[in-house]
C-alpha cells in the first residue's frame, strides 16, 4: 500500500536507567529530529533584555557618551533597535560593544542569533568562532557550534566544544543530548543511551530528549519507547508531536484502536491536521476493512489538505473495494495530476479501468 503513515516523559517513578537497563542492545543509529536543538535563533529576544525597553534613545545615546568603553551602553540600546524594528542598527551596536569589549559574551551571542535568522549561516560560523576565541565563558556558542559541527559530520570538532562546555558547566543537559545523537549516529548505542539518560537526569523537562529516545528505541521496535512517548504527552499535553509518533508506534504494534484514540486526540488539538486523518483512513483501509470509514476519513484529510496525492490514491482504494469504480478512478486520476509519475496511482487506475 502507497502512502503509508510516516514517523514524525512524565516525571515517571523507575529512574530513567531503571527504564533503559534493557535497552542497551539496541543497535540502530537515530533518526535525527529535523532542525536544530539549540539552533543560533534559540532567543525569541534578545538576551539580557532590559525591563523598560521602551526607555528614551537619548536617555540610552547619553549613557554611551558618559561610558564610551564600556559594552553595556551599546547592548542596551542595541535592544531599543530590536524593539523599534531595527535589526541592522542593532547588529552594529553589538559590533560597537564587542569593540569596546572583545569577550562581551553577550553581543557575540545576539550577532550570532540575528545572523542565524537571516540565514547567513557561513558569517554565523565565522561569529561562533569569534565568540568561542573571545568570550570563552559562553557556553551558548559552544553548544551552537558543537550543533552545526554535527550537521556538518565533523564529529571530533563537536566533542571538542561539548566536552569544553561542560567542562564550564557540567548541567547543561542539551550537551549531553548533542553527545547523545553522536554516539547513536556513529553505531555506538550503549554510549549514546547514558548520554540521552544523562540529559534527562539533569532536566526531567527536557521534553525533546523524551521525543529522542522514543524514536530511537521504537526503531528498535522495544516497547520502552512507549513509556518516553507517554512521558512527553504528560510534559506538554497538548503536544501533537509526542501523540503522533506514540500512535504511529502503535500502530506499527497492531495496537489499531489506541492508535485510533491518539489520531482523533489530535484532531482535538489541531482540527486541521490532514495526517491524523489519512492514519485513521489508512488504518480502517489496510487493517480492519472498514472501507466507508476510510472513504470518510481520506476525505478529511483532502479537505484539509487538497494537494494530498496519497490520500486521492487511498480514497480510491476505499471506494474501489465499496464497488464505487467511478469514484475509485476520478480519485487516481486526480492522484496523477497532482503527481504525474505516480507509479502506484497509475497502476490502479488501470486495473479499474479493466474492471469496468
Not at 547543561?172 to 555506538?188: D, F, N, P, Q, R
Not at 471506494?319 to 507509479?343: C, F, H, N, Q
Amino acid at each position: 500500500m502507497n502512502g503509508q503513515p510516516k514517523k514524525m516523559k512524565r516525571s515517571f517513578a523507575p529512574t530513567v536507567r531503571a527504564l533503559l537497563a534493557s535497552a542497551l542492545a539496541v543497535s540502530a543509529p537515530l533518526i535525527f529530529i529535523a532542525g536544530l536543538l539549540i539552533g543560533c535563533n534559540n532567543h525569541e529576544q534578545p538576551a539580557n533584555a532590559p525591563e523598560d525597553p521602551t526607555a528614551d534613545l537619548s536617555e540610552l545615546d547619553d549613557a554611551i557618551i558618559q561610558s564610551p568603553n564600556a559594552p553595556d551602553g551599546y547592548h542596551q540600546r542595541a535592544i531599543w533597535k530590536v524593539t523599534q524594528g531595527d535589526p541592522q542598527g542593532a547588529f552594529e551596536d553589538w559590533g560597537l560593544a564587542l569593540k569596546a569589549d572583545s569577550s562581551f559574551a553577550l553581543g557575540w551571542e545576539n550577532r550570532v542569533d540575528m545572523l542565524y535568522r537571516m540565514q547567513n549561516f557561513d558569517a554565523c560560523l565565522t561569529e561562533l568562532d569569534n565568540c568561542v576565541a573571545y568570550a570563552r565563558g559562553s557556553t551558548m556558542c559552544l553548544l551552537k557550534r558543537a550543533e552545526f559541527n554535527i550537521h556538518l559530520k565533523q564529529f571530533e570538532r563537536a566533542f571538542d566544544d561539548l566536552n569544553e562546555a561542560l567542562r564550564i558547566n557540567d548541567q547543561l543537559h542539551e550537551a549531553y543530548w548533542m553527545k547523545g545523537k553522536i554516539y547513536a549516529s556513529t553505531g555506538v548505542p550503549d554510549k549514546a543511551i547514558s548520554s540521552y539518560q544523562t540529559a534527562l537526569e539533569v532536566n526531567p523537562n527536557f521534553f525533546d530528549g523524551f521525543i529522542s529516545l522514543g524514536l530511537y528505541l521504537a526503531e528498535q521496535g522495544n516497547p520502552l519507547a512507549e513509556e518516553f512517548y507517554r512521558s512527553a504527552i504528560e510534559l506538554r499535553p497538548q503536544s501533537v508531536e509526542a501523540r503522533y509518533n506514540l500512535a504511529i508506534f502503535l500502530q506499527e504494534e497492531s495496537r489499531n484502536e489506541q492508535a485510533l484514540q491518539l489520531y482523533r486526540e489530535i484532531l482535538t488539538i489541531d482540527s486541521t491536521n490532514a495526517t491524523a486523518s489519512f492514519n485513521q483512513g489508512f488504518i480502517y483501509l489496510e487493517y480492519l476493512s472498514a472501507y466507508d470509514s476510510a472513504e470518510y476519513w481520506f476525505t478529511q484529510a483532502i479537505e484539509h489538505l487538497p494537494y494530498y496525492h496519497q490520500a486521492f490514491l487511498n480514497r480510491g482504494l476505499a471506494r474501489e473495494s465499496l464497488g464505487d469504480v467511478t469514484g475509485a478512478l476520478a480519485d487516481y486520476t486526480e492522484a496523477l495530476k497532482l503527481k504525474p509519475d505516480y507509479t502506484v496511482a497509475a497502476l490502479a487506475k488501470e486495473r479499474a479501468l479493466n474492471a469496468e
